[in-house]
């Protein structure tokens, strides 16, 4: 039949199957009652199909195709199209309700860091946004980053600026998926943070992969974010899964001394604290855990017990001798004579200040 090869195509674009079966019931001079009993459909049914409230199913389509000689593979092809674009449009509708979400996330940041595409259209780039954060919409980003409860296991910042707090988390997340870990291992960690404690004498270079390697091996995955505006934080640890826990770091300061404190800090999380919460140091210690980790990390880099000798240190050479003996670098010495004199000028030259370049 003529009408077979007039219909026999795949069209790039949707339109309601309903109308084309129309114009083709027109084309062969078809009243509405007649397809339906050629087709053994009822005249509700076609009456809904043409509105496009009804879908096309498969059966119909093969009746369809007897009816009017057009492949049922077309109707299929045409009523799935349909489908895609109601969705889309649905979806666009939706999104754009959501634009106003989108001010509130830091996409100029991500866009320079790589992590999402730069784009004109706002609602191309809250598409790209929402797959930076692994989420379909708005709502659930929220379910995610800012429900009450969960906030309230973070930090003040997720309360004030949760857009650039999630942002800077998610980086950290994408960033140790990545790292392929052994299943965690208490003690092995606890070993590796011996050796990376030596480490602290070597140059980024040398040290930043071999912690990396050290931690992986034992379960922690090691990221590295610089730090972002609004995000007043050292670090954070948060458990990717029940066998591997993250570490992530910025350089905020960008003394050794504070790299190094952080650290240690957050590899006390992981050995002392829960694996359900997500802990940020973000400086306060209202939360007895963050003190916790802070002993944790004073004690291991520099045990208490030299506090004394480091307070009474009157030279350069006496910092380098006692990091020596601590087996160290000079720079964290420093560090906690300024800590325990409030002399935050002394013996600054002796903390290294770490670049970005080096850990990345």
């Known amino acids: 039949m003529k009408a077979k090869k007039q219909y026999e195509f795949q069209p790039d674009y949707a339109v309601c199957p309903g109308e084309t079966l129309q114009e083709i019931m ?86 320079q860091r790589g992590s999402i595409k730069k784009s004109d259209s706002p609602v191309a780039l809250l598409r790209e946004t929402l797959g930076f954060y692994g989420v379909s919409s708005v709502s659930a980003w929220r379910e995610i980053w800012t ?74 995955a090691i990221a590295m974010v610089p730090e972002m505006k609004k995000v007043p934080w050292t670090g954070a640890t948060k458990w990717l899964s029940p066998r591997k826990a993250m570490i992530l770091l910025c350089l905020r300061g960008k003394g050794e001394d504070k790299f190094w404190f952080s650290f240690f800090h957050e590899a006390g999380h992981v050995l002392h604290d829960g694996r359900k919460d997500l802990l940020i140091n973000d400086g306060t210690i209202k939360d007895q855990r963050e003190k916790r980790a802070d002993h944790f990390a004073a004690e291991f880099l520099i ?49 290294r200040t770490l670049q970005w370049n080096f850990l990345q």
Not at 165 to 177: C, F, T
Not at 183 to 200: G, H, P, V, Y
Not at 310 to 336: C, F, H, M, Y
Not at 339 to 344: A, N, R, S, Y
């Open 303 to 351: 045990p208490s017990e030299y506090n004394a000798n480091v307070q009474n240190i009157s030279s350069r050479d006496e910092i380098i001798t006692l990091a020596r003996k601590l087996k160290i670098a000079p720079g964290i010495v420093a560090g906690r004579y300024q800590f325990l004199t409030k002399k935050w000028h002394y013996y600054k030259a002796l903390i």
């Open 147 to 220: 429900t009450p409860v969960v906030a309230a296991r973070r930090s003040s910042c997720f309360e004030s600026q949760p857009g650039p707090a999630s942002a800077w988390i998610r980086q950290g997340e994408l960033q140790a998926h990545k790292i392929n870990c052994q299943s965690f291992d208490k003690s092995a960690f606890t070993q590796a943070l011996q050796t990376i404690r030596c480490l602290t004498r070597e140059e980024p270079a040398t040290f930043e992969p071999e912690m990396k390697r050290l931690c992986a091996d034992a379960g922690v």
């Open 26 to 111: 027109e084309s062969f001079n078809m009243s509405q009652k007649e397809l339906a009993v050629r087709a053994g459909l009822t005249v509700q049914s076609l009456n809904r199909i043409f509105k496009g409230e009804q879908p096309i199913t498969y059966e119909s389509a093969n009746r369809l195709e007897l009816a009017t000689g057009v492949p049922a593979r077309y109707w299929n092809n045409l009523e799935a199209q349909y489908r895609e674009h109601l969705a889309k449009v649905e979806e666009r509708k939706g999104m754009e309700s959501d634009l106003q979400w989108l001010k509130t996330i830091p996409t100029k940041e991500l866009v």
